[in-house]
């Protein structure tokens, strides 16, 4: 069982910046993938980031403006900067096993 506790969120006027953090507990063995996901009201849930053996690929909407990072063995960081209103949402952090665990979500708001 593995649990993801993100943290960072808030309110950040156009152009700023923020840092969402994602830890997790219990067994990370077996991870193949992590990475972000953001839901906006209304809209469906959508990939931000992931992470992979296989490189890492970013949403076009996200490129050149958003990076991720692994701190450690478990902890990854969104590194967001050059906001928009458009990125308001709920972020998720997504680790994948066998089977994804997401984390609760964490609140980005863009706005002036």
């Known amino acids: 069982q593995v649990q993801l506790v993100e943290s960072g969120g808030g309110l950040v006027q156009p152009g700023g910046s923020l840092r969402l953090s994602c830890t997790a507990s219990?067994?990370?063995?077996?991870?193949?993938?992590m990475g972000w996901y953001r839901q906006a009201p209304g809209k469906q849930r959508e990939l931000v980031v992931m992470?992979?053996?296989?490189?890492i690929m970013y949403a076009d909407s996200v490129k050149g403006r958003f990076t991720i990072s692994r701190d450690n063995a478990t902890t990854v960081t969104l590194h967001m900067n050059s906001l928009k209103p458009e990125d308001t949402a709920v972020y998720y952090c997504?680790?994948?096993?066998?089977?994804?665990?997401w984390g609760q979500g964490t609140q980005v708001t863009v706005s002036s």
């Open positions: 997504n680790w994948r096993f066998a089977i994804d665990y």
């Open positions: 219990g067994s990370i063995l077996g991870l193949n993938a």
């Open positions: 992470s992979s053996g296989a490189g």
